[in-house]
């Protein structure tokens, strides 16, 4: 084995945050890691569509590391990539705690921290061993599942070599560096799953580490990716202190995310407006006290308020992050934010609709109690309601959401912040302006969505059940069985099911298109189409259906195709070879096993 491509896939959805071009430094870690150990590896980060496939399709094998919103785009293409007989193996936080349904699109999984299970993997796969006993790692025998225990311990942030950006394609033109200097946070926020994933307990990488990466950057701007860059004040004003007086570290500039605490003691904010931080993210999440309990935030509106002061005191830009939708929200929860938010002059911000995200404490209370409207996780990115919220309808948390964005980034607040912290807020509030609109113009459909699915039945309701007859003549095979098409489709929890078995020539796809044109909403979010059982008259036949899918893509958000045979998935992907490439619209779940 010589060349391992890495993948973080972007989503195609359109929302607010989504163009933000900083990759997260899972991969690179691992990638270094390879390097180190002899093999070539690439590094790519971007939508399915935009991927250099002539190079990706000649690699050994594939590590895809997705998110919640994310994995949609890494199942798509880990379809395509099985399709053509390279081994995926998808890692990322989705996959940790969702690790039968990743495995579906993938031959291996790493659960958890990969750096100490990823490269002995690697090297199982090389030699054609079973990864037994290599710690988080999922993989298929014997046409089953295996889950191998999970690493023992927490990974030591030492051990880590310091990720080569290098790999990164266009590397260079990234306009902040992602830079790591612990992991872990103690907190536990009941949507969060950040301690689920990394621990409770914060673990740090010594000074001297980071100083030696950070010469690296001379006139760049970092961003400190940490869940809270000043979770330990000793450690922080260390790094810092020597960030200030070292003559070899130089840099534009950085920006970190931290509590609201943090601007209560003023040797740290000193030390960090000395030592070059532009701007601060904030996860002040609600103004609303009941809200803020529930979320396990502890802290108080009047911290919040207070930290916002200090912060600008000290030439400090905020990017407050609020999220809504909790069980105290209501509409005036909502419109009251966004009117503190022009008042208090943050300088930016980031209203999301509160997730559950697989894994989180969120998540297991509304699976419970049957409140998830939809499982299309692309949809799972802070920008879209998927659940019934308490205080008012998922409706009215989505248009409402999208107002008070709105509110915000209009043109009248643009230059509110100038004189307090300069002619950047105004840039990003410009940006956030023309952002904002359009999702909502991209989005216009979501809505009705919504609406519809709060009277839908959470039991399956079938909504066709037919017999297509194939003309006589056209069927080669002397099983009577494959002599008609049989359809049905059949919706729940926000998903349409169209289960497809078999003989399916020109003539009966014809038919099948014209009876699903009626039956399909104009808008829907999640389709999956079951071909298991199916037998096209020819290839040519698939390759049309292949062109039928794109089409029906058109009216789905996302639209899932199962085939138990790689020829015919190689056929519905309709590649027109490698030059002319272009990826479906569609994911392909391939069943090798």
């Known amino acids: 084995m010589e060349k391992i491509v890495l993948i973080e896939p972007q989503s195609k959805e359109d929302h607010v945050y989504k163009h933000v071009r900083m990759p997260r430094l899972g991969l690179p870690i691992l990638g270094t890691q390879l390097q180190n150990n002899g093999y070539k590896v690439n590094f790519y980060l971007g939508t399915g569509d935009a991927l250099p496939w002539d190079e990706i399709l000649d690699a050994d094998l594939v590590g895809i590391s997705t998110t919640t919103a994310t994995c949609r785009e890494g199942y798509q293409i880990a379809g395509l990539l099985r399709s053509n007989d390279i081994p995926v193996v998808i890692g990322g936080i989705h996959a940790s705690f969702l690790p039968d ?11 958890g921290e990969a750096e100490y299970s990823f490269l002995p993997l690697v090297q199982a796969i090389e030699e054609g061993r079973i990864p037994e006993g290599i710690p988080g790692v999922s993989y298929w025998a014997d046409g089953k599942p295996v889950h191998n225990d999970p690493l023992e311990s927490r990974i030591d ?5 310091i990720p080569d950006l290098s790999l990164i394609e266009k590397s260079a033109s990234m306009r902040s560096i992602p830079v790591m200097a612990s992991r872990g946070c103690p907190y536990n926020c009941s ?9 409770r307990r914060y673990r740090y990488r010594c000074t001297e580490s980071i100083l030696e990466e950070l010469t690296q950057f001379d006139g760049k701007h970092l961003f400190f990716c940490d869940d809270n860059f000043v979770a330990n004040p000793k450690h922080s004003k260390e790094l810092l202190r020597q960030m200030i007086e070292r003559d070899d570290i130089n840099l534009k500039g950085f920006g970190a995310q931290v509590r609201a605490d943090a601007a209560f003691d003023d040797e740290l904010m000193d030390l960090m407006s000395r030592a070059g931080c532009s701007i601060v993210y904030i996860g002040f999440e609600s103004i609303n006290p009941e809200t803020l309990k529930g979320y396990n ?26 999220v809504f939708g909790g069980e105290a929200d209501t509409v005036e929860t909502i419109r009251e934010t966004a009117d503190f938010a022009i ?6 911000i980031q209203f999301t609709i509160l997730t559950p995200f697989p894994g989180t404490p969120f998540y297991e209370k509304l699976e419970k ?19 019934k919220p308490d205080m008012m309808s998922p409706e009215e948390l989505q248009v409402e959401t999208v107002k008070a964005l709105k509110k915000f980034y209009s043109l009248s607040n643009i230059f509110k912040n100038v004189p307090r912290t300069g002619w950047s807020s105004a840039l990003h509030r410009a940006i956030g302006w023309g952002l904002s609109r359009h999702f909502e113009y991209r989005n216009r459909g979501y809505e009705q969505f919504l609406k519809r699915q709060q009277s839908v039945s959470s039991k399956p309701v079938t909504l066709l059940e037919r017999m297509l007859q194939a003309p006589a003549g056209k069927v080669k095979s002397t099983d009577a069985s494959l002599s008609a098409l049989k359809v049905s489709l059949t919706e729940q929890k926000g998903i349409l099911y169209l289960k497809l078995r078999g003989f399916a020539d020109n003539v009966s796809l014809k038919e099948l298109k014209q009876v699903l044109k009626g039956m ?33 893509r058109s009216r789905v958000r996302r639209l899932q195709v199962v085939t138990a045979a790689e020829k015919q998935a190689r056929s519905l992907l309709n590649r027109r070879g490698k030059s002319g490439f272009k990826l479906p619209h569609f994911e392909v779940l391939v069943h090798k096993h």
């Open 520 to 552: 399909v909403p104009p808008y829907y979010s999640q389709m999956v189409v079951d071909t298991n059982g199916l037998q096209f008259a020819s290839e040519k036949t698939a390759s049309r259906f292949g062109l039928y899918l794109e089409k029906l």
């Open 101 to 111: 349904e990743a495995l579906q699109f993938a031959d291996y999984i790493v659960r």
């Open 191 to 199: 949507f969060c799953c950040v301690t689920q994933m990394f621990g």
């Open 343 to 348: 008042n208090a002059h943050i300088d930016s």
């Open 157 to 161: 942030m030492d051990t880590l070599p």
């Open 297 to 322: 935030k502890q802290q108080s509106f009047e911290d919040i308020e207070e930290s916002i002061r200090r912060f600008h005191e000290y030439g400090i830009r905020i990017h407050g992050m609020f």
């Open 369 to 387: 109690e049957g409140r998830i409207m939809t499982y299309d996780w692309s949809l799972y990115e802070g920008q879209h309601a998927v659940f």
